[in-house]
């Protein structure tokens, strides 16, 4: 059993409560526009780190963190990109991956817009946290946590953060 908090859109901001809410986490996954190496630094100080670059982070950021992450973690596919859509209508950037090969995760930021669906076609599940920064159109900043245990995702919870 693993629990993951998992955030996007920071756009540099950095705010203790990240930390405070992702206590009982035993990861951290930033699904793209980190803004900054000391919001990455942070966050990766304080648990297991995984992360995407996105379109607003410059080289500094795309020197540690790839476009499109794939991985396992307990017994689950996952496959992360800042940029990647929704269920039937995914980016063009990343279907290709997506219908070939699918995860049993997806996750993607970008929008702003926190979303969770089942893509029934792909047999996915695709979570995006919203953003969890102050930049942007977004009146809710959001965050999620869940858990994934034996391959199957459970107990997720949506964050609002306040302000």
């Not at 930390?19 to 035993?26: A, V």
């Not at 080289?59 to 940029?83: C, S």
Request: with cysteine; charged share 25%; proline share 4%.
């Amino acid at each position: 059993m693993t629990k993951i908090g998992l955030l996007s859109d920071t756009h540099a901001y950095w705010d203790e409560k990240y930390l405070h809410y992702f206590e009982p986490c035993d990861e951290i996954w930033h699904a793209g526009d980190i803004g900054s190496l000391e919001v990455a630094q942070k966050l990766a100080e304080f648990r297991f780190f995984r992360a995407v670059y996105g379109n607003i982070d410059g080289q500094d950021l795309r020197r540690f963190y790839p476009q499109t992450l794939r991985f396992v973690t307990d017994g689950a596919e996952v496959l992360m990109k800042h940029i990647g859509g929704y269920p039937g209508r995914y980016d063009p950037s990343i279907q290709g991956s997506l219908l070939v090969h699918p995860p049993k995760l997806f996750v993607s930021g970008h929008s702003h817009i926190l979303k969770v669906k089942y893509d029934k076609t792909l047999g996915m599940l695709h979570i995006n946290p919203g953003a969890a920064g102050k930049y942007g159109f977004h009146k809710v900043r959001t965050m999620v946590r869940f858990v994934i245990d034996n391959g199957t995702f459970r107990d997720l919870e949506v964050i609002e953060l306040a302000g």
